[in-house]
């Protein structure tokens, strides 16, 4: 099946500085990568959409510029949080949608970074 | 994309069928059902999808009421790895994923 992982698994820093997580599609291309944050005990929330070459689109309520995505290429995209607070501590997930999935169109999941900031 | 609704928590006895419901009763003619489930601390996983006929793969079957505003999850013999929440959701393909809360399934020994 298709495979999607994440970079770092889990990361710990100071209040103020920035964080970058990878996603990558280990096995498929995906056009379109999607970022969720998860608080404990919560259902996970889109955060963004990330189209590769493009300009990432962002839910309402979520910062365009303390969170950065990146979608380089077909199989890589990355979320920056940058000046990072103690309330940005959480789970970040990502997901990719296979390029040549044609009518299954369903999104890989990867296993998520656990962001804890201090 | 329509909204589900889901009990909140279910138990089921471990080699027994877990039936897990969900309703979408504003779901719309092209949208499909899909159903993830995520296990503590992990990202979801892919379980099964549908559009109108009810469908089966290795780990689950998918009913999908004749009326489609309702569908049921059935795990054929739950162990203990099924512990986990259960999200249903529904959308138009193309279209991003958006989570409710699910139903927290708990596998009884």
């Known amino acids: 099946g298709a495979v999607v992982s994440q970079h770092p698994s889990r990361v710990i820093c100071k209040s103020g500085t920035s964080v970058k997580i990878e996603c990558r599609s280990l096995?498929?291309?995906?056009?379109?990568m999607f970022w969720y944050r998860q608080f404990p005990k919560q259902s996970l929330m889109l955060m963004a959409t990330?189209?590769?070459?493009?300009?990432?689109?962002?839910e309402q309520g979520v910062e365009k510029d303390k969170f950065l995505i990146n979608h380089a290429s077909l199989t890589l995209s990355t979320l920056t949080v940058t000046s990072a607070h103690p309330e940005d501590s959480s789970f970040y997930i990502c997901?990719?949608?296979?390029?040549?999935?044609?009518?299954?169109?369903?999104?890989?999941f990867g296993p998520g970074t656990r962001l804890t900031v201090l | 994309d329509a909204k589900t609704t889901q009990p909140p928590s279910m138990d089921c006895a471990e080699g027994r069928a877990a039936n897990l419901p969900c309703n979408h009763s504003?779901?719309?003619?092209?949208?499909?059902v899909y159903w993830y489930r995520q296990i503590h601390s992990q990202g979801p996983q892919y379980i099964i999808h549908?559009?109108?006929n009810n469908e089966t793969n290795e780990m689950a079957s998918l009913i999908i009421t004749e009326d489609r505003k309702s569908s049921t999850l059935i795990l054929p013999h739950a162990t203990l790895r099924d512990t986990a929440v259960y999200y249903c959701?529904?959308?138009?393909?193309?279209?991003?994923?958006?989570f409710g809360t699910g139903t927290s399934l708990t596998v009884i020994p």
């Open positions: 504003t779901i719309s003619g092209n949208e499909y």
């Open positions: 959701i529904v959308r138009v393909p193309g279209n991003q994923f958006y």
């Open positions: 549908g559009l109108k």
């Open positions: 096995d498929f291309q995906a056009t379109t």
């Open positions: 997901s990719a949608r296979d390029r040549l999935a044609g009518g299954r169109d369903t999104q890989y």
């Open positions: 990330s189209n590769e070459g493009s300009k990432a689109t962002y």
